[in-house]
């Protein structure tokens, strides 16, 4: 590949370029979609493409292709310098520029002990039909549905600052959900483990058809318990629900690029101003944010992001304040800083790559024997939230409204009934500074996003969350309209 | 870009080589200039393009796809290798469905425009530079997108059916924000002549102006009038619950409730295939030719979608597609509207709705780029963004007047909406 990539290099260079890259993605995809007792779609997809990227005059050219050929690459590497030059037509009043970066020739390969390609298609339809069917033989489940799907990602970067990438990255990613329908209600229940880099060994760790039987009849229970209760209580939060609380009131609101204003259009800002960090008390001094893209496992850790840029570990939030935000060594340099975080990353080869949430997580509590338990009873009058549900925050990342997958009511320090329909809504610096325990390492668990949505045309992108179970004191609980 | 025939050429070249007995297989192409810009610069700006074929065959009820971007020979047999392979080691699917025989397709207005075809990423920065432009005048920052792009859907089977798509499309839109407030506007259409970017720059800057400082205002039951932007963004959740075998089963709001007056008597909910302004495509699901459907007539549910299996359970025709959707308006202008609300709140925009209440479809999101306070039939003060918990069904239910309506987006014409009672549960300092 190395002489495609030098072509386009070369003729970036020799137009003027300060910076260029060609990044080729040849992805490898597999899905199996059952709905009920219907395998609705199971098939393979491959995808190879390429995309050459120019920093012209400070102002940026960007062209795809999929035809692999000398004059083909020599064309799109044109048509990226004459977008650039277009670009340099509305220009932005600091030229852009690249913090620098070292010069890495690499090869690497991520986590996959089971090839997910190489296990029959036969034995995936069989487990989601299997594990469907389980969930329709529970009294009053009408629908169950569910997905695996899964993703070999191969990378190759070559960059104008003499880099050579060659990196691959599995992905396994299942789904499975119970809709229970009892009278007039209606409720469901799902897998909340979302997606791992590995192989396939991941599918037989989550054990969907072990489960499927336990989660359907929640759903039903849901249908059957009282409707959330209205007031300010105390909420214990488990880590997959708290994977989508971080991930929207501190994973986006700390990406620099919304910071600068760069996502008005679509995605939005952030409340967060550069000179806050360092400053902003994010939350109460427990809670601690780690940034880590070298997390084993995690969907975010692809050991250079699409800047070429060595992925690491730092934190984000420690004892409560801000620290750091997820910026590329495009937006570093706009706010003075020298480093890129090595959040750049792109959903294909045909998008631009832009700052992404790397992996990040919530750090334990301090002492390892604190239990959820006793989190709960700590709570005289509260709710406990299992799994991901209703999520909203506004476009600034302020109020935000999250729901959940299984409630259960505290009262007296203890779970006693199951409830549905729960809501509770807040502001992230208050949210996250109300919290008050969290229950230690041996109750951490991570739970990895594939659909986080942001950019225009939208990009879709991974990473991995985790937290373990928490409390937070006197949220506002079920201001919606029920 | 290949041209009707050479697609037809190579579908059909693809199907004979194919032994499983039934096949059907489709041809997307896509080409796009992408450019973003934010804080009065262009930020990004794309150009590209790419073909793709996807195979699905069958053996009985086993069936298996496979799909590819790479288009030369050898990958082509792969493709149908692999199609191949994987259906007969799938199990019997007891909801397959058959390729179609072949079909009439309506004539539909043009969707194609050379004109599209021809802009450069040069004419698309020179539009970007009048929105950054005018920006500039009232000291604000833009961003923003404007897309242009053109492609071809073609699909053929086993039984003959062949159905195609040629189609172009531009998607501007742009946020103008001050330091405390914004405004937004967008432009769509399959030429360039369906879209004004002065029209866009107006809008988008007078809102902006007029939202700077907002008020205070608690949360709270309003009359509210969403401006079309608003309605279609709301209409979204609606859309997606339309499903006949869901409802059957008892899943959805409209479990039960087909020839039910849900709505208003001013509401009737239609896919229209004929308009210019937003023609359909010639062809939906596995290349049923589309027809005008009606969803809900003077507030009466009507019809749900039924997808072919569902409609052969049913003893019903299956319905192609729901998109464009368009729903039914009055001869009134917003500022009609708007004059005939006593006290009120115009939404211009919303964002980031989610369900609460997937059965009752009971949804929460924000305002956003420009929310106004009205009274006595004038604006009188931005005020700050909210938060609302409220189901869609209840805002067509108590509506009270409707403007005209219009394309926004790709995909729906619909009118401005004044409706009663809305709820409002918490608000933010975020503007």
Known sequence: MKEYTDLALDIARGAGASFADMRIVDERQNRVYVQRRSLKLIDETESFGYCVRVLLNGAWGFASNTKLTKEEVAKTAQLAVATAKASAGVPKDEPARMAPEDAYIDTCVGPCEEDPFAVPNSEKAELMLTACDTMLNVPNIVMSWGFLQFIRMHRIIANSDGSYLDLTNYFANPMLQAIAVVGNESQDRSYQGGAKQAGYEFIREVDLVGNARKWAEEAVIKCKAEDCPVGTMDLVLDPMHLSLTMHESVGHPTELDRILGWEANMAGRSFIKPEMVGELQYGSEIVNFTANNVLEGGLGSWFYDDDGVRMFSFPMVKNGKLVNLGCTRETAPVIGWEKSTACCRSDGFEHFPINRIPNLYMEPGEDDSVTPDDLIAGVDKGIYIEGMGSFSIDQMRNNFQFGGDMFWMIEGGKKTKPLKKVTYQAQTTQFWNSCDGIAGRPYWQTHGVMNCGKGEPMQVMRMTHGASFTRFRNISVGGAKL | ?431
């Open chain 2, 1 to 431: 870009m290949r041209t009707k025939e050479e697609i037809k050429t190579l579908l059909d070249s693809i199907l004979s080589k194919v032994s499983a007995p039934e096949a059907t297989v489709s041809f997307n192409y896509g080409s796009s200039l992408a450019t973003r810009f934010g804080e009065n610069a262009i930020t990004q700006n794309m150009s590209g393009e790419e073909e793709s074929i996807r195979l699905e065959v069958a053996y009985g009820t086993k069936h298996g796809s496979s799909i590819t971007n790479k288009l030369d020979e050898e990958s082509i047999s792969k493709l149908i290798a692999h199609a191949e392979d994987i259906a007969q080691n799938s199990p019997e699917d007891p909801e397959y469905m058959p390729p179609l025989p072949p079909q009439e397709y309506p004539d539909i207005p043009q969707r194609f425009y050379e004109d599209v075809v021809a802009l450069t990423p040069e004419d698309i920065a020179e539009q970007i530079r009048k929105v950054v432009d005018a920006a500039r005048t009232g000291n604000f920052k833009a961003s923003g997108l404007f897309e242009a792009s053109y492609g071809i859907n073609a699909l053929a089977n086993s039984e003959g059916l062949f159905a195609f798509d040629k189609f172009s499309g531009l998607d501007y839109s742009t946020t103008i924000h001050g330091p405390k407030g914004s405004g937004f506007a967008s432009e769509n259409g399959e030429s360039v002549a369906q879209v004004d970017v002065d029209r866009m720059i107006r809008k988008a800057m007078t809102t902006a102006t007029a939202a700077q400082n907002p008020k205070d205002i608690e949360p709270g039951d309003y009359t509210v009038i969403f401006e079309p932007q608003a309605t279609l963004d709301i209409l979204e959740f609606f859309a997606w619950n339309m499903s006949a075998r869901d409802a059957d089963e008892g899943t959805t709001v409209f479990a039960g409730k087909v020839g039910e007056k849900l709505y208003h008597d001013k509401v009737t909910i239609t896919t229209e295939i004929d308009d210019p302004e937003l023609p359909a495509p010639p062809f939906g699901e596995d290349g049923l030719p589309v027809r005008r459907t009606v969803w809900a007539k003077d507030g009466v549910i009507e019809r749900l979608r039924h997808n072919r299996f569902w409609a052969k359970q049913k003893n019903t025709e299956p319905d192609p597609l729901l998109y464009p959707i368009f729903m039914s308006g009055e001869d009134k202008s917003i500022d009609d509207l708007i004059a005939g609300c006593e006290k009120g709140l115009l939404v211009k925009r919303l964002w980031y709705i989610r369900y609460v209440d997937r059965k009752e479809l009971l949804l929460t999101g924000m305002t956003r780029d420009g929310f106004f306070l009205i009274e006595n039939g004038k604006i009188v003060t931005p005020v700050k963004n909210l938060r609302f918990n409220e189901s869609p069904i209840v805002f067509l239910k108590n509506v009270v007047a409707m403007s005209r309506p219009e394309r926004v987006g790709g995909w729906a014409k619909v009118p401005a909406i004044m409706s009663e009672n809305f709820t409002f549960s918490s608000k933010t300092e975020s503007v």
